[in-house]
């Protein structure tokens, strides 16, 4: 008999702040350095509420960019797109946005938080790797937001804390990789459904995971 080999999932690069506030903090100054070097990103949020916390702090800050609806808006001469998971979802291979991305070099690629499903957001990876296959995608989390607090986010403070970790500052490291994965897997084996929510907070209440 012969056995199936597990799907390898695609993997991301952490950087996890303390947090939330620092985490957009971090984002903004990562924005500021990156577009004033004239790198070009694309922010992905997962949810819509914290789609909404990108584009009010992008108006705030009077960051020049373009917000990517759906996939028959047409590209703008800006360096910086903001979309939501399900827009970026609807973009295909051939698409003007696909080219349009590919074209731009050095291209970054920020999801702004994690979705609590591993199989949920490997669909967006996974999406990712088949029209920016030569992109590498970073993941922004904080340890306070409700996924991170569910395993150990407190403790996860102490530590940086204790190891000198600064509010301002992100840390990176393999293991956080890995530890996301196997909290995300865990989720989905209770889980089991597609939930729909607004925020990553509904997603965890209605999923039952929150009081």
């Not at 992008?58 to 373009?66: A, D, G, I, P």
């Not at 084996?189 to 925020?199: E, H, T």
Request: no cysteine.
């Amino acid at each position: 008999m012969f056995f199936k080999k597990k799907k390898k999932g695609i993997q991301v690069q952490d950087k996890v702040w303390i947090s939330k506030v620092d985490k957009f903090r971090g984002l903004y100054h990562h924005l500021e350095q990156a577009l004033q070097a004239g790198e070009s990103l694309l922010i992905i949020n997962q949810f819509e509420n914290t789609q909404q916390e990108v584009q009010q702090m992008m108006t705030k800050l009077e960051v020049s960019h373009q917000l990517i609806s759906q996939a028959t808006d047409e590209p703008q001469p800006v360096n910086l797109w903001v979309t939501a998971t399900e827009n970026l979802l609807d973009i295909d291979l051939e698409s003007t946005w696909a080219n349009h991305l590919q074209a731009k070099e050095g291209l970054q690629v920020i999801i702004s938080e994690h979705h609590p499903s591993y199989q949920q957001e490997q669909v967006l990876l996974e999406h990712l790797t088949t029209i920016l296959p030569m992109t590498s995608t970073t993941v922004f989390t904080a340890l306070d937001e409700p996924f991170m607090q569910l395993f150990g986010g407190d403790r996860l403070i102490a530590v940086m804390e204790r190891i000198g970790v600064k509010e301002n500052e992100a840390l990176e490291h393999a293991m956080i990789n890995k530890s996301i994965d196997r909290a995300q897997q865990k989720i989905d084996k209770k889980i089991g459904q597609n939930i729909q929510a607004n925020s990553q907070q509904e997603w965890m209440e209605r999923s039952g995971l929150l009081g």
